[in-house]
């Protein structure tokens, strides 16, 4: 498995955060930031897994606290609170 953290905020906001998380370098491959994600008309931040081009759909699962973040994969989510 691969473990990437995917934010509707910038990158530079995550990088300190995940390099803060990931110390060893071998724990977080990669982040997936607000560039990656799509606006809704209403302005929300929509992940779409689409993006992630070397895995399937069936091979991604999102844990997100906002339903909404992973709305068009609703079947990959795990919500949290």
């Given at each position: 498995?691969?473990?990437?953290?995917?934010?509707?905020?910038?990158?530079?906001?995550?990088?300190?955060?995940?390099?803060?998380?990931?110390?060893?370098?071998?724990?977080?491959?990669?982040?997936?930031?607000?560039?990656?994600?799509?606006?809704?008309?209403?302005?929300f931040k929509i992940k779409d897994l689409?993006?992630?081009?070397?895995?399937?759909?069936?091979?991604?699962?999102?844990?997100?606290?906002?339903?909404?973040?992973?709305?068009?994969?609703l079947d990959n989510g795990i919500p949290?609170?």
């Open positions: 498995y691969e473990i990437y953290i995917f934010t509707a905020s910038t990158e530079d906001y995550a990088r300190p955060i995940v390099e803060f998380l990931n110390m060893k370098k071998k724990t977080i491959q990669g982040i997936l930031s607000r560039s990656n994600c799509l606006e809704t008309s209403h302005g689409r993006v992630i081009k070397n895995r399937g759909l069936e091979d991604i699962i999102i844990v997100d606290n906002l339903v909404h973040s992973f709305g068009l994969q949290i609170l």
